[in-house]
Antibody, heavy 122, light 107 residues
Framework: QVQLVQSGAEVKKPGASVKVSCKAS????????FHWVRQAPGQGLEWVGL????????HYAQKFEGRVSMTTNSSTNTVYMELTTLKSEDTAVYYC???????????????WGQGTLVTVSS | DIVLTQSPATLSLSPGDRATLSCRAS??????LAWYQQRPGQPPRLLIYDASTRAAGIPARFSGSGSGTDFTLTISSLEPEDFAVYYC?????????FGQGTRLEIK
């Protein structure tokens, strides 16, 4: 069965960077796009960006351009999201999500990681 | 950018009631709309995609309808586990926004 397991909670100071991992199992890793979605405490869902683990193609929400990068390690079936120059407003749970349909960049998020809380505080 | 507006913000109902949640897009998204359910402390769960198709394992009491700019999620008879937050989401245009959510609470 498809599983996405994310790395543990992080506490960072303003201006620092954080790198969250998402390890996939139960299917052919390179066949499906990944997306990252975040949720600030008590708030709604916000799309961050996507990557194709087969080609390293990425597309980010304009809000995060220049501060976010998504990478992959196909040997370990892991995707990463790094966010730099952290601000207190970046405090949120960050989710990785796998698309339902193989080969679609903007499909539906059928599988989700458990979430990683990133706290930005001085 | 497309904006998704959900209504109402909060819906107070009792188990066994029928729930009707709305999502309006600022421009047409065709049928490229999904609904997600999120319970406290859990990631969202895909309920409905392509406006009206139930995702795998989703009970038949959940149904979706609409196209273009106006969409509805209906829960025919509420079960205790259905009280949660529901989000609509579109994939017609970047940057793939979500609605702000509707909280379904027990009356």
């Amino acid at each position: 069965q498809v599983q996405l397991v994310q790395s543990g909670a992080e506490v960072k100071k303003p201006g620092a960077s954080v790198k969250v991992s998402c390890k996939a199992s139960g299917y052919t890793f390179t066949s499906y796009y990944f997306h990252w979605v975040r949720q600030a405490p008590g708030q709604g869902l916000e799309w961050v960006g996507l990557m194709n683990p087969n080609s390293d193609y990425t597309h980010y929400a304009q809000k995060f351009e220049g501060r976010v990068s998504m990478t992959t390690n196909s040997s370990t079936n892991t995707v990463y999201m790094e966010l730099t120059t952290l601000k207190s407003e970046d405090t949120a749970v960050y989710y990785c999500a796998r698309i339902r349909e193989a080969g679609y960049s903007s499909g539906w998020f059928a599988f989700w990681g458990q979430g990683t809380l990133v706290t930005v505080s001085s | 950018d497309i904006v998704l507006t959900q209504s109402p913000a909060t819906l107070s109902l009792s188990p066994g009631d029928r729930a009707t949640l709305s999502c309006r897009a600022s421009q047409s998204v065709s049928s490229y709309l999904a609904w997600y359910q999120q319970r406290p402390g859990q990631p969202p769960r895909l309920l409905i995609y392509d406006a009206s198709t139930r995702a795998a394992g989703i009970p038949a009491r959940f149904s979706g309808s609409g196209s273009g700019t106006d969409f509805t999620l209906t829960i025919s008879s509420l079960e205790p586990e259905d009280f949660a937050v529901y989000y609509c989401h579109q994939r017609s245009n970047w940057p793939l926004p979500f609605g702000q959510g509707t909280r379904l609470e027990i009356k």
